[in-house]
């Protein structure tokens, strides 16, 4: 299978201050820090696996959400375009990004009145994906479109239900193939492909990074596992138990370039 190629992941440090992370779904277990270090660290080396070179940006205890760096940019070929975060209390994360991505690329920003996360945003070759979330609106879909499309980008909004962002329901795995969880996305934008559905009770397990012949899959997800290795992908677990209790996915710690 063709999976998606990177060369550089950016990703950023867990704050000390990770325990008072945003959590949309309602209150949860406490968040156990250095436990979500060591998992970050285990992250980072299966992304280093997968042939990535890491480039790392210091985390900032004023912002608690900071390692999901993921919702601070979108990346298409040269342009990183810089998102526009709805939340108070991560609106300030994406300087430090911008400052570290903009001595080698070209940098754009979604403006308000436009909102948007960058997990909302799933790029497959050369169509992107915009999830109209509680996060993301059409405004920042409509600004996508006009500073990517002149690159022959094809921007699609996607209505999303009941779940933080589109990449919560769905990522790409390679080639025509994505994990997909039924009744969250309008289903027809992804007519196209081929559909590994996801079961209800592994709901983490939708959203996985696909890079350089690799797939990291996230622990406690047996069945889509099983079904990921019967289409002949190579797999890394990864336990993310600390970033689910904040409503972090595997795809949230890292922009894979
Ligand atoms: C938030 O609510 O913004 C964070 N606690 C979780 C963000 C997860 N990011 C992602 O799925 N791309």
């Not at 909302?120 to 059409?138: H, P």
């Not at 889509?224 to 209790?245: N, W």
Request: glycine residues 8%; negative net charge; contains cysteine.
């Amino acid at each position: 299978m063709k999976t998606p190629i990177g060369t550089y992941a950016v990703v950023r440090g867990v704050p000390r201050t990770f325990d008072q992370a945003i959590t949309p779904t309602g209150p949860v277990e406490p968040i156990d820090v250095p436990l979500a270090r060591e998992q970050h660290f285990a992250y980072c080396s299966a992304l280093e696996a997968a042939g990535l070179r890491l480039i790392r940006i210091e985390s900032d205890d004023r912002f608690p959400d900071c390692v999901f760096v993921e919702d601070t940019a979108v990346v298409a070929g040269e342009k990183v375009v810089v998102a526009a975060m709805a939340p108070e209390s991560r609106s300030g994360e994406t300087a430090a990004v911008e400052r570290r991505l903009r001595d080698f690329m070209d940098v754009h920003r979604i403006e308000a009145p436009a909102t948007l996360d960058g997990g909302d945003v799933l790029r497959i070759d050369d169509r992107i994906f915009v999830g109209l979330s509680e996060r993301t609106n059409g405004q920042a879909a409509e600004q996508l479109r006009s500073i990517l499309g002149p690159d022959g980008y094809e921007v699609t909004e996607v209505g999303v239900r009941d779940v933080l962002h589109l990449k919560s329901a769905c990522t790409h795995v390679g080639d025509d193939l994505i994990l997909w969880r039924p009744g969250y996305l309008e289903e027809e934008a992804f007519g196209a492909y081929r559909k590994i559905v996801v079961p209800e009770d592994e709901p983490h397990a939708a959203n996985c990074v696909s890079v350089n012949g690799r797939v990291l899959i996230p622990a406690g997800a047996p069945e889509t596992r099983a079904k990921l290795h019967e289409h002949g992908c190579t797999l890394i677990e990864i336990e993310i138990s600390e970033a689910r209790k904040a409503a972090g996915l595997l795809t949230c710690s890292s922009i894979i370039l």
